[in-house]
C-alpha cells in the first residue's frame, strides 16, 4: 500500500505560480511512476505530467509552463506550475503507480482568478 500526501495547492492570480507537493510512502519511491492528474468541475480527470525513472512527459495545454521532478531522498514529487491561466483552476491529484497498482492522493484545490 503506498500513500499519497499533497500540498501547495491555493489561490493565484493568472500569471502566478505555485509548487505542489507530493509525499510519497515506501521504500521503492525510486521506482514508482509518478504523475499529476487535474480535474475541474463537470470534466474527466486528466493527466498533466509523468515522471518515471528516466522520463518526464506532459499534456500539451502546459508544455513549456509546468515542470515535474522528483527528490527520491525525500520520497516527494513537485510540480511548478508558472504562467497560471484561469484554466489551470482543478483539484490536483498525485499518483503513483506500483507494480500495476495506482495509488491516488487526496486532491489539492488550484484556484487562479483575479
Known amino acids: 500500500q503506498v500513500q499519497l500526501v499533497e500540498s501547495g495547492g491555493g489561490l493565484v492570480q493568472p500569471g502566478g505560480s505555485l509548487r505542489l507537493s507530493c509525499a510519497a510512502s515506501?521504500?521503492?519511491?525510486?521506482?514508482?511512476?509518478m504523475s499529476w492528474y487535474r480535474q475541474a468541475p463537470g470534466t474527466e480527470r486528466e493527466l498533466v505530467a509523468i515522471?518515471?525513472?528516466?522520463?518526464?512527459n506532459y499534456a500539451d495545454s502546459v508544455k513549456g509552463r509546468f515542470t515535474i521532478s522528483r527528490d527520491n531522498a525525500k520520497n516527494t514529487v513537485y510540480l511548478q506550475m508558472n504562467s497560471l491561466k484561469p484554466e489551470d483552476t482543478a483539484v490536483y491529484y498525485c499518483?503513483?503507480?506500483?507494480?500495476?497498482?495506482?495509488?491516488w492522493g487526496q486532491g489539492t484545490q488550484v484556484t487562479v482568478s483575479s
Open positions: 499518483k503513483a503507480r506500483w507494480l500495476d497498482n495506482d495509488y
Open positions: 515506501g521504500s521503492t519511491f525510486s521506482a514508482y511512476v
Open positions: 515522471i518515471a525513472p528516466y522520463m518526464t
